[in-house]
T-cell receptor, first 113, second 116 residues
Framework: DVKVTQSSRYLVKRTGEKVFLECVQDMDHENMFWYRQDPGLGLRLIYFSYDVKMKEKGDIPEGYSVSREKKERFSLILESASTNQTSMYLC????????????FGQGTRLTVV | AQKVTQAQTEISVVEKEDVTLDCVYETRDTTYYLFWYKQPPSGELVFLIRRNSFDEQNEISGRYSWNFQKSTSSFNFTITASQVVDSAVYFCALSEAVGGSEKLVFGKGTKLTVNP
């Protein structure tokens, strides 16, 4: 059974903290993605990576960074958490190439207080 | 830039009714892919279907059917004889080429509630 696993389902952090969201996939996928989901705004792409140590900015990268040291792991980093980063974060992975469906993790609901 | 519009924010129906979820897209690519995903209350997005830009055949899978029309840039999703288990948020997505790979651009989603 293919899987994308996010390290936490729920997380509460304080303003100004450095926050790490971890994502691991077991499908040997080249592509990995971090999305943010907010009511009325749908899914917005934060960052993505199509190879180890490679990263590309998505639509809303400000306030975030990413790390991909190993193929199976893609980390999202909030350098200094702010209340407007309270959201649901979704990780996904897909095979390289065109037309391949993305597989999603269960999501991490982050609350910044 | 790629864009996906799901004009229906929320839809509420009674069980056994048919319901159509609309999706309109914008792209300059000649080769592209369209997807539908379902997000049940548990939160994990589940892939439903993929269509490429060269295949305009409609697809039926059980109670689900999809109508792809390039002339109107639409990829609509119909659930026949809806059931309570169909209650979820449904997302339409469009591929955007990035180098040799791609990323997905999502619509804002349509929340479907099927009442018993």
């Amino acid at each position: 059974d293919v899987k994308v696993t996010q390290s936490s389902r729920y997380l509460v952090k304080r303003t100004g903290e450095k926050v790490f969201l971890e994502c691991v996939q077991d499908m040997d996928h080249e592509n990995m993605f971090w999305y943010r989901q907010d009511p009325g705004l749908g899914l917005r792409l934060i960052y993505f990576s199509y190879d180890v140590k490679m990263k590309e900015k998505g639509d809303i990268p400000e306030g975030y960074s990413v790390s991909r040291e190993k193929k199976e792991r893609f980390s999202l980093i909030l350098e200094s958490a702010s209340t407007n980063q309270t959201s649901m974060y979704l990780c996904a992975s897909s095979q390289a190439g065109r037309g391949n469906e993305a597989f999603f993790g269960q999501g991490t609901r982050l609350t910044v207080v | 830039a790629q864009k996906v519009t799901q004009a229906q924010t929320e839809i509420s129906v009674v069980e056994k009714e048919d319901v159509t979820l609309d999706c309109v897209y914008e792209t300059r690519d000649t080769t592209y892919y369209l997807f539908w995903y379902k997000q049940p209350p548990s939160g994990e997005l589940v892939f439903l279907i993929r269509r490429n830009s060269f295949d305009e055949q409609n697809e039926i899978s059980g109670r689900y059917s999809w109508n792809f029309q390039k002339s109107t840039s639409s990829f609509n999703f119909t659930i026949t004889a809806s059931q309570v288990v169909d209650s979820a948020v449904y997302f339409c997505a469009l591929s955007e080429a990035v180098g040799g790979s791609e990323k997905l651009v999502f619509g804002k989603g349509t929340k479907l509630t099927v009442n018993p």
